[in-house]
């Protein structure tokens, strides 16, 4: 019998690995904790969720359903359906399009043009309601669209995305040029080329693109606040308001409610996340 | 194979997307109705000629009136009505107190009630709308805001409307109504621009089981009183073997506007300086004000919380508490929590020098919008019937609201029975006073509560200085708005 040598592992190395993983423990318990306090405070009584306490004393499942009759939600989460994809399919449509012209084709004053546009993401989105909201206005008036109250003002003003344009410029731009020559060669136009080359090998930002876009979309509430004074096409988050009203608010079930509200997010980061981690470690960059 | 499936993957996302637009049929433009004054013309005195009749009339000295005749019709119209009860209860009953209407209003008028929100909200979608266009026919805020809007035309004199011949209130009926209600809905310069549903009043909670045990066994009435049993509480909590209520058991002194004006009130003092043009912080009043409160905070016998104190108040943290009597489910809810203490507790007004008492008063005021006499008319009509005393009599055993006409008082015998506490403060009505309906109130109320902040945290030479700096600031705030 062969006896292996046992390996020694310095002291040093251990310390280090305990010192790793107590920080990634932390890291984990203060990543985790706010879900942890929203699930046990949606299924506490109103009286004990406006304490001190962490567990629940009785559980009240029944929250989930008086949250989910008392703020209207099976609307509102259709709205948001409806609204997160027409904003999902038109900001893709217009970031792949703009993203390419920029990364790949000549034109003039085409890096001023990005310049320009990369400057507006230096502008704070709180700046641009106002501004944008006037706009929507004066557009709804000359027309034929309604804007207001309706999906344009709500989706439309999002299309346009410059950090999905930038992200995905910085993608299209690393392909080789070698691709299109021998696209060309094929007999394929620019959009060809786009489709078949460029896309799928751009796999990874556009998922990115994809779950950001889906969560600035799901969780919007000052602008659709805004434009909106019907519960028609008003999104999920507007929903979560309905709980609180000017002398206090109804915790347990505003987190009943929140936790409802986040289920469709943590569905898609669920199917996405392999592309999605993939994608932010390629680029080094965070949404 | 894999481009083919992205080409079809895109494909039907897009065909999706057009699919869900198209799903909701884009409302119909709706034109936003022009400005108008409101103009609910009077009826003209008609002369009816006599008949010809054969026989001569005898001499009579009864003198027959002419019943009023409308002014405008507002039969069918379809009006909506911006709120903000958005859940439980209040929401419940004012769906069904709008249903009612809808189902039973001669004049086939339908009303479509729609949450804003908070009252934040709603201030900001109407905002919103006043550029767009799409404004609501009736609008419920605070007279501050409704001051605002009346300055831009965008809701309109009540009084032509109240007044009304043939839709108005009777004399009766305009005497059932609390005068400072009324009042509350009267801006700077003598316009009606809001009407009251209900109201609520910003009240002192006490907890009186504790404050016995404490050796107090009636609620205080003067502000000396007040002091003793704040002390008292906070004196007993730093006593006892528990050392994480250190530091409360008194007041809850959240310094927001409606505090400190409760506490203005019950010192018999005001705001609005003597002419009525504008604001005076400086007066004896507030000085008065503002050095009890800093005395309060500098024994120990005031303290603060992160959040809404109903729990505080539920452990004998908090001997008082300072809020509107809409919290009231809210405090009801905190005591009914496990771990808290099941003591007695009522709501008493803001006790002030000599015995006198007050409650800062909130109503809930709604307002007409500028739209055309019509529709004017038609939302008048709804108002008038929410308010009626048996409709108000539904909204407030729903809404936990207080009356605004006394003539409602005697439909809610069963409810004050069944809760007792909501019944206390409903005599404190009496000693109400309104906040100004001005529409510089907005910001110079949040001077107020950051000016009270500084002055607890400051010395009380400070005081002075910063009731000067209170005022300038309000005096500013009066000529923006003007």
Known sequence: MVKTKKEHIPFWRIANNIFTYLILIIGVIIAVFPFFWMISTSLMSLGEAQGTRLIPSQIHFENYVEAWKEADFSLYLWNSVRITLITLVGQMTFSILAAYAFARMKFPGRDLIFGIMLSTMMIPGMVLIIPNFLTVTWLGRIGPLKWINNWPALTIPFMGSIFSIFLLRQFFAQIPDELFDAAQIDGAGHFRFLLTVVMPLSRAPLMVIIVLSFIGSWNALAWPMLVTNSPDWRPIAVGLLAFIDEAGQMINYM??????????ILILYFFTQKQFTESIARSGMKG | MYKKRLMSILMVLVALSLVLAACKPAATPTEAPAPTKVEVKQPEPTEVPPEPTEVPPEPTEVVTEEAPKPSVDPSGQTISFWHVWGQGLPNETMTAVVDEFNQTNEYGITVEAIDQGRYGDLEDAFNAAIQSGDLPDIVVGYTNALANWYSVDAIVDLEPLINDPFYGLTDEDKAAFFEGALNGGVNAGGTTIGFPISQSENVLFYNSGWAK???????????EEFKAQACAAAEANNNDDDPNNDGTGGLVLYPGASNIMSWIFAFGGDIVNEDGSGYDFTNQSVVDVATFLKDLWDNGCAFQTESYPNPEFASRKALYTMSSTAGLPYQVSAFEAEDAIKDEWTLIPFPGPNGNKAVDLYGQYVAVVNTNPERMMASWLFIKYFTSPEAQAKWIQGSAYYPTRTDTIPLLDSYSKEN???????????????????????????SVGDTFQAILQGTPEDIPTLLDELNTAAAEAVAETQ
């Open chain 2, 420 to 446: 007792p506490i909501w019944s206390n403060a409903l005599s404190y009505l009496d000693y109400g006073k309104a906040e100004p309906a001005w529409p510089s109130w907005s910001s110079v109320r949040r």
């Open chain 1, 255 to 264: 987190m009943a409610g929140a936790f409802i509200t986040i289920i469709p």
């Open chain 2, 213 to 223: 045990e404490l050796g107090f066994d009636n609620p205080p009435t003067t502000p």
